[in-house]
């Protein structure tokens, strides 16, 4: 009898494996994939939606949604630049844009946990109201020319590799310790799974809901950060439409949007993935149009092979 499949393989190296074929297939493809500068250039671009994505993870682990990611990204990296360019020195301007990140954050939780908004509205209500404060507060102009300590955030290698790509493995370091050594990786697979449970075991959901919205409003700041000192600006109209770029980085990982299953290492190979994926179109002179139409597909893909995996299970 032919052995059954092993869809739980599958789902943990499904993932790893697209990524492998993805850059072979690029690599024959341009001649220009394989390139230092251009391998740089995808760690550079991965770091963005990755450094969220380490924070979308926990959410989603819980059976959240976070929409406004992109909004609190644009508006927290717009608040630094303009209190530097105020006069503010630029670290102290970039802990106050990060205090801000993570109290959009826990506005998110709080209307979820203590309001009973379903996550998918208070945090595409949230989305509207950042990004309008953005425009509010930079007239929908571009803030630009930084100080060269804050540019390094975005623009400086340490032997080769590009500080936000080192700021992201970082991270993405000390989540996976979080994840499998503490409670806070534990009560999010846990609330998850069975919410009504893991309220029955004592577990405090509220707090720490509340503490994963905060998070990811932390991490999409250091995101809006990361870009602002990249590109020397910070765009009112940052990250539109990243939402879409970090929900499909988990998902393709191997987290389930339902809650209950993931891992941050599924979600840094889906960051990689998302960036070879943009990466690779480019090289291949793909109109930015068809990109959103082949991106769409690939979540669409990503959650349709999540609703497959549970069917099979059941």
């Known amino acids: 009898m ?9 789902r943990n190296y499904g993932s790893l494996l697209a990524l492998i074929a993805l850059m072979i297939f ?9 390139s230092a500068r251009n391998l740089t250039n995808i760690l550079r671009q991965a ?6 994505g380490v924070g979308m993870t926990f959410v989603i682990l819980t059976g ?15 608040v630094g630049a303009w209190l530097m360019k105020g006069g503010m020195d630029w ?11 993570a109290f959009l954050g826990f506005t998110n939780g709080f209307f979820i946990v203590s309001l009973n908004i379903p996550p998918f509205i208070a945090t595409l209500g949230m989305m509207g109201v950042s990004r309008g404060f953005t425009y509010i507060l930079t007239n929908g102009a571009p803030i630009y020319g930084f100080a060269e300590g804050y540019r390094n955030l975005g623009n400086a290698d340490i032997f080769s590799i590009p500080i936000p790509a080192i700021i ?14 503490t409670k806070f990786g534990r009560f999010a697979i846990s609330i998850g799974a069975n919410e009504e449970a893991a309220f029955l075991s004592g577990i405090p959901i509220k707090k720490y809901l509340l ?8 991490l999409a700041a250091l995101s809006g950060n990361v870009m602002a000192a990249r590109l020397d600006a910070a765009m009112p109209t940052a990250a539109q439409g990243y939402e879409l770029d970090v929900i499909a980085a988990v998902v393709i990982g191997g987290t389930s949007l339902s809650g209950g299953q993931g891992t941050v290492i599924g979600t840094l190979i889906g960051a990689l993935i998302m960036a070879v994926v943009r990466n690779g179109l480019n090289l291949l002179l793909v109109s930015t149009y068809w990109q959103q139409v082949i ?5 669409i893909g990503a959650v349709a092979f999540d609703v497959l995996n549970k069917k099979i299970k059941n």
Do not use: E, H
């Not at 690029?26 to 394989?34: C, E, M, N, V, Y």
């Not at 959240?64 to 717009?78: E, F, P, R, Y």
């Open 91 to 101: 670290p102290l301007a970039l802990i106050l844009s990060l205090l801000l990140g």
């Open 64 to 78: 959240g949604i976070d929409l406004s990611v992109g909004s609190t990204l644009a508006l927290s990296g717009c």
């Open 168 to 181: 992201m493995l970082l991270l993405y370091l000390v989540y996976f310790i979080l994840q499998n050594r």
């Open 211 to 218: 503490l994963f919205y905060m998070n990811l409003g932390l």
């Open 26 to 34: 690029l690599g024959i493809a341009s001649d220009r994939f394989f």
């Open 47 to 52: 770091s963005v939606v990755g450094i969220m």
């Open 2 to 10: 032919p052995k059954k499949i092993n869809w739980k393989n599958i």
């Open 295 to 299: 991106i769409g597909f690939i979540v």
